[in-house]
């Protein structure tokens, strides 16, 4: 799947839940919580990786809800982008741009 169809999933899943339609200021709640727990996240993974690699189950776990939180605030940045009108794929080549990478 691609980024552009992975956003209009995005968009209609959340439009389909009526979750779609909460206001920017919400919104931000979201992505603020979210970077908490993904701070949490973090954590627990470097936790985890700093012990020996026994316990692979562990790792995977940890890993496993890492992605889940970030997956998250991927959909919130996603769903706030475009409630802007703002496309996150040119956002992405604009800001390459800025940075001098083509």
């Known amino acids: 799947m691609d980024f552009k169809e992975y956003t209009n999933q995005t968009i209609d899943f959340y439009r389909d839940k009526g979750w ?22 973090v954590d627990e993974t470097e936790k985890v990786l700093a ?10 776990e940890t890993k496993e809800l890492l992605s889940d939180d970030l997956g998250k605030l991927l959909d919130n940045l996603i769903i706030l ?3 802007y009108d703002l496309n996150l794929e040119k956002l992405m080549d604009d800001h390459q741009n800025k940075r001098g990478i083509n």
């Not at 779609?20 to 949490?40: A, C, H, K, S, T």
């Not at 012990?51 to 692979?56: H, V």
């Open 51 to 60: 012990e020996p690699l026994e316990n692979k189950q562990k790792i995977a």
């Open 20 to 41: 779609y339609e909460y206001d920017p200021d919400v919104r931000i709640n979201f992505l603020r919580q979210g970077v908490d727990q993904l701070i949490r996240s």
């Open 81 to 83: 982008a475009d409630k």
